[in-house]
């Protein structure tokens, strides 16, 4: 067992921040995440860790994980549990809570997880664990499955995580928390739990108090990350009354007139700080969402853990507050353009080892390598590349050779996204001989750092304004690999043409040919970019290449991290600066 104490008391110098999410990327080896929304939860508590911002995070423990991935020959994904072993990574804790689960008493242990920070700073992570005896057969499973199951299995799970995180935090002592912040919807229910302990407080008013619904609002911040409809979890008046029970259902019409449960409207409604995930996402959720004020803080990425050796070796001689300081890559800009490609060219032989190992597809270290990872679902168009694939085939015979790789789970119930999986196979069967192409299997966190360094440039191909903001790309920069998107999430932020990559078309608005058809013209961007641009400049002024690389680096990888983040979030969310500076 690796992490601290068992059952600490968190004490009047304890934690004045609270962060909940249904998923948190740890540790590679620990299957509690699914995708980015976990990756940043992670980025964002070691970033808490190295500003030693007062902070405790809560989520679920996920015994089984969300899957492992195995592709057959054709493409066509299956998923396995995934079995890890918990005591290696996590220390039990002795309190107890229950919580009220559609007129059942279940009961919630958890597991804690210490993230400790460059300059000594810590914040204990809590995993919510329902796998008791004292528990029915079904709800011991309830923290099983990351997004597994079917609504009810996944509104209890969000039950647990509001109504028991709340409880576990209080019954461990972590009594002087001055905000709560719901990283997405999945943890709106932590309203309904802060209200319900202030009421008890009042047991002898009626109804829901004004001042109550205020305090409540004062205390939580809440982050949405995504404008995709499907990534709002919302259920039935039936479904949502059975599980809470008729007093939490009374409660809700304290927060307005919905006939169903929609946790993204509780959550808005439930705090005192609303962000989106980029300034692009602001504006979109500010229009989806009409009548809240939204404001906006752009994801990052925690350099140290995404930065591979080679970088890191580079940029410890060069820059040496960089740990520290993320905002000291911007000095990457005097690091020689020999020094960038070595540390690059490094990288990508490691990774194409490892994609001809597990692939067989012949990769060559020489030719420029395209990357693409992330969840297979239509809106990211993972396909887009092969729109026309004689044309891919002409530009690679004529302007210099290309190789591209895959990553990326599609979510077990969608099948679109498996067949977007398999299509992808289908093409790399037509390209060959004229485009190597690959597909590695079980994308997590360890593949995605090899991946982001090991290619050449980042694809990015959401359907515009789909994307809420994205940090493959962000993981890429920070290993000096510049993107070519869609100018949609942080891009539009991040994009300077010529200098830390390249767009595919134009603001998205404007980018529509008289058909409506917005494939089309991206796919005719893309080919035009990398017939004009990339390939000549990668294969014909490679010094100029380079150059784009270290500006990818000291631009994007110097603001585009989750320390500039957790420092917004700190004096824009938060609005603890002065408790915190006193702090230290």
Not at 235 to 249: E, I, P, T, V, Y
Not at 286 to 313: D, E, K
Not at 346 to 369: H, S
Not at 397 to 418: L, N, R, T, Y
Request: charged share 20%; hydrophobic share 40%; aromatic share 10%.
């Amino acid at each position: 067992m690796s992490n601290g104490l068992i059952g600490e008391v968190a004490g009047a110098k304890g934690p004045l921040v609270a962060y909940f999410s249904m998923e948190i990327g740890l540790d590679p080896a620990m299957p509690t995440y699914a995708g980015g929304l976990g990756v940043l939860a992670g980025d964002t508590i070691r970033s808490a860790a190295d500003l030693k911002i007062p902070m405790v995070a809560v989520t679920l423990l996920h015994r089984r994980g969300h899957f492992y991935q195995r592709l057959d020959e054709q493409g066509w994904q299956r998923e396995e549990p995934v079995a890890w072993p918990i005591n290696d990574f996590c220390n039990p804790v002795s309190q107890r809570v229950t919580v009220d689960v559609e007129g059942r008493t279940v009961h919630v242990g958890a597991w804690q997880y210490r993230v400790r920070g460059e300059l000594g700073g810590e914040v204990p992570v809590y995993l919510l664990d329902t796998d008791l005896p004292e528990n029915q057969p079904w709800d011991r499973t309830l923290t099983d499955m990351l997004y597994g199951g079917d609504e009810s299995y996944r509104l209890c799970q969000e039950i647990v995580l509001g109504f028991g995180g709340y409880r576990m935090l209080r019954a461990l002592g972590y009594g002087h928390l001055r905000r709560l912040h719901m990283n997405e919807g999945h943890a709106a229910l932590l309203v309904l739990a802060l209200l319900e302990e202030k009421l008890a407080s009042r047991s002898h008013e009626q109804g829901v108090p004004v001042d109550l619904i205020d305090a409540v609002r004062e205390q939580c911040v809440f982050t949405t990350h995504t404008p995709v409809p499907a990534g709002h979890d919302q259920f039935s008046h039936d479904r949502a009354h059975r599980a809470l029970g008729d007093r939490r259902w009374a409660w809700l019409k304290a927060y307005g007139p919905d006939h169903s449960l929609n946790m993204t409207h509780l959550a808005l409604r439930g705090s005192r700080f609303v962000n989106g995930v980029a300034m692009k996402h602001g504006d979109v959720s500010n229009s989806l969402f009409p009548g809240y004020p939204i404001h906006s803080i752009t994801n990052g990425v925690h350099a140290v853990t995404w930065a591979v050796p080679a970088f890191q070796s580079l940029y410890d001689r060069h820059l040496p507050d960089w740990r520290r300081d993320h905002l000291s890559l911007r000095y990457a800009i005097k690091i020689s353009t020999q020094e960038i490609w070595g540390a690059h060219s490094t990288a990508k032989r490691t990774f194409v080892e490892y994609v001809n190992r597990e692939t067989n597809a012949g990769f060559d270290r020489d030719v420029l390598t395209i990357g693409f990872a992330r969840r297979a679902a239509a809106y990211k168009r993972g396909t887009l590349i092969f729109h026309d694939i004689e044309r891919l085939a002409r530009i690679a015979e004529q302007v210099g050779p290309v190789q591209i790789v895959f990553g990326g789970k599609a979510h077990p119930c969608d099948q679109d996204g498996k067949n977007i999986i398999h299509r992808i196979h289908e093409f790399r069967d037509a390209l060959r001989g004229k485009v190597r192409v690959a597909y590695l299997a079980n994308y997590d966190m360890t593949l995605a750092k090899l991946l982001c360094a090991g290619v050449d440039v980042w694809l990015n191909t959401p359907l515009p304004p789909m994307e809420a903001s994205g940090t493959s790309g962000m993981k890429a920069a920070v290993n000096g690999v510049p993107s070519l998107s869609v100018l949609d999430g942080w891009w539009v932020e991040g994009h300077v043409e010529d200098v830390t990559g390249w767009s595919i078309g134009d603001r998205i608005e404007s980018c529509i040919e008289p058909s409506g058809d917005i494939d089309a013209c991206h796919a005719a961007a893309l080919y035009d970019k990398l017939e004009r641009k990339v390939l000549p400049c990668y294969y014909q002024d490679r010094e100029r290449f380079i150059e784009i690389m270290r500006h990818a680096i000291a631009l994007n990888g110097g603001f585009f991290n989750t320390q500039r983040m957790m420092a917004q979030y700190l004096h824009n969310a938060y609005r603890l600066v002065g408790e915190y500076l006193r702090r230290e």
